[in-house]
């Protein structure tokens, strides 16, 4: 087990190091999630219906995980895959990608919720308990497309396959996400979304055994 916490911390350093190298890919999508809100301010200017302004939230989001995780396992040399097989445990590359990914997208969505706040307000009642429904499902999320990633870069790095394996699997995750979001942006009792938080959990519990079980298979392959 310690030799296992070794090595997931010298990756998520080495991947930590390659985006500092390499830091047109997050500017990148920083710049894509800024426009795209700066866009929907635009279009819309004041977005009355709390389920209008939550939905319209998460969709950006959505997107940019997809943007920023898919790219985790697609854009590795054949190489440098070579070169972590002999250094690592196929557990450890895959730890690694998801916690640097739940890390990326925690900093890429709350900086998309302080310019959506910005450009089209706040209007959560309960902000700490939506910021929290926001780390929770952007953790998810992150953690979701990270497995599909790397199932899909064993596909020949086919990108449509990340969509299609996604859709399914996203969708409970996304239904429990905006319940909880929109019980916070009403002030409803928070015991009210205690359930939508511990499903979230349950999930992200769920893809982290099938990363734990599967992936050795795959990085074996």
Same mark, same amino acid.
């Given at each position: ?24 890919? +997050?500017?990148? !999508? *920083? $710049? ?8 929907? =301010? &635009? ?5 009355? @219906? ?64 302080? +310019?959506?706040? !910005? *450009? $089209? ?8 308990? =939506? &910021? ?5 499902? @952007? ?83």
């Amino acid at each position: 087990m310690n030799q296992l916490c070794k090595e997931i911390r010298h990756l998520i350093i080495k991947e930590f190091q390659l985006e500092i190298r390499n830091k047109n890919t +997050f500017i990148g !999508i *920083f $710049l894509y999630v800024v426009s795209t809100i700066f866009v929907c =301010y &635009l279009t819309f200017k004041q977005i009355i @219906s709390p389920q209008t302004w939550n939905a319209l939230f998460w969709i950006i989001i959505l997107f940019s995980t997809v943007s920023a995780v898919s790219k985790g396992f697609i854009q590795e040399g054949q190489g440098r895959l070579l070169y972590y097989y002999t250094i690592a445990s196929g557990t450890a590359i895959i730890f690694s990608k998801i916690f640097y990914n739940i890390l990326l997208m925690g900093v890429l969505s709350m900086a998309s919720f302080l +310019f959506y706040s !910005i *450009f $089209l307000g706040n209007i959560a009642e309960d902000l700490s308990w =939506y &910021l929290l429904g926001v780390l929770a499902g @952007s953790s998810g999320l992150a953690t979701i497309f990270t497995l599909i990633s790397a199932i899909a870069h064993k596909a020949n790095n086919n990108g449509v396959l990340v969509a299609v394996l996604g859709f399914p699997i996203i969708l409970p995750m996304m239904i429990v996400i905006i319940k909880f979001s929109n019980a916070a942006i009403m002030g409803a009792a928070r015991s009210s979304s205690l359930d939508s938080l511990l499903i979230m959990g349950l999930l992200l519990i769920i893809v982290l055994s099938l990363s734990y079980i599967l992936f050795p298979y795959l990085w074996k392959d």
